[in-house]
């Protein structure tokens, strides 16, 4: 491909997880021109399926992606996988626009932005946590609980979070231990783990315990060990929003119980419609607890509203070149 060219869609989607691809496929379906730039790299690419997505239960999110990329090639769309998984700039043109620069030099121009670039899982320091992410190492009690279910689970307390997560997860399992962990806990927390029959372990963990590649324990600092078939973390979520740093939308930091456990950019929930005129959002990039089926309804929406937002322009066109043409 020619670096130096342009090239005009309608619509530029940046993203290519579920809540992209559903949007480009809505525009496409719509007779638009689409453009997806596919980093490749989806937030659930760890783990080995999905859960919760009517019709597609347990399916593989790799594959539920690549018949995602087939549907939407189908219609017109042109995928590029890889431009997105670098450092984009997007600028707003004079004429009208974004031209958005791609990590491989070249350029594109677009009427429209969709942006559903998602959110990066910020683990907690503990080794060997990384490696076991998505498998059995977990966070969403609706992606995963049923599959670990009755099984004795361990949350890692490191905020607020963790305690509302043993309260949680105790849905799934009458074997739930809290450790402390770095998270100092006040008395009202102990009392409301009592009460739903939580154990608390104390003290830091320092490790895992693997056996066979399967999760059977952690390890703490004076040298005890908690078992467990499943250890549940509070990851901070941070938006993947580089795409969106040259528009000057702001990152707003995410919130709960006065700790702030992610960051996010602001859409309107209904559209994803952004205070910048032609942006919109779709998936974790403003939602970040999101699962996949509500990330793939909130890019069909935004789809939709781009597109009406399209329609009323080519209206208010079309009405002036009809005026014109009576005029003369």
Do not use: K
Request: include cysteine.
């Amino acid at each position: 491909m020619d670096n130096t060219m342009t090239h005009d869609f309608d619509v530029a989607v940046v993203g290519g997880g579920a809540a992209g691809l559903a949007g480009a496929l809505t525009l496409a379906r719509a007779r638009r021109s689409v453009l997806v730039l596919d980093s490749g790299s989806p937030r659930n690419a760890p783990a080995a399926h999905m859960h919760g997505y009517l019709g597609r239960e347990g399916a593989s999110p790799a594959d539920l992606l690549a018949r995602g990329r087939a549907e939407v090639a189908g219609y017109g769309a042109v995928i590029r996988s890889g431009a997105a998984g670098t450092a984009i700039a997007a600028d707003r043109l004079p004429g009208g626009g974004f031209l958005v620069r791609c990590g491989d030099g070249s350029t594109v121009r677009a009427g429209r932005l969709l942006v559903a670039t998602g959110l990066v899982d910020e683990l907690p320091e503990l080794p060997g946590l990384r490696a076991r992410w998505g498998r059995d190492v977990l966070h969403c009690p609706y992606c995963h609980g049923w599959e670990v279910r009755d099984q004795p689970l361990a949350v890692l307390a490191t905020g607020p979070v963790s305690v509302y997560q043993a309260q949680l997860w105790r849905q799934w399992s009458a074997q739930v231990t809290l450790l402390s962990h770095t998270w100092h806990l006040t008395a009202e927390d102990r009392e409301l783990l009592a009460a739903r029959g939580v154990e608390v372990a104390e003290g830091e963990v320092s490790g895992l315990i693997v056996a066979e590649d399967r999760l059977t324990g952690v390890t703490l600092a004076d040298g005890a060990t908690v078992e467990c078939g499943a250890l549940i973390v509070a990851p901070r979520f941070t938006a993947r929003s580089g795409v969106l740093a040259g528009l000057g939308l702001p990152i707003v930091d995410v919130v709960r119980d006065g700790h702030v456990i992610g960051t996010c950019v602001e859409s309107d929930p209904a559209t994803g419609a952004t205070a910048l005129a032609g942006v919109w959002l779709a998936g974790n990039v403003t939602a970040p607890t999101e699962q996949v089926s509500g990330a793939a309804a909130q890019g069909v929406h935004a789809a939709a509203a781009i597109n009406t937002d399209l329609v009323a322009e080519e209206t208010r066109a079309a009405l002036e070149a009809h005026r014109a043409g009576r005029a003369g």
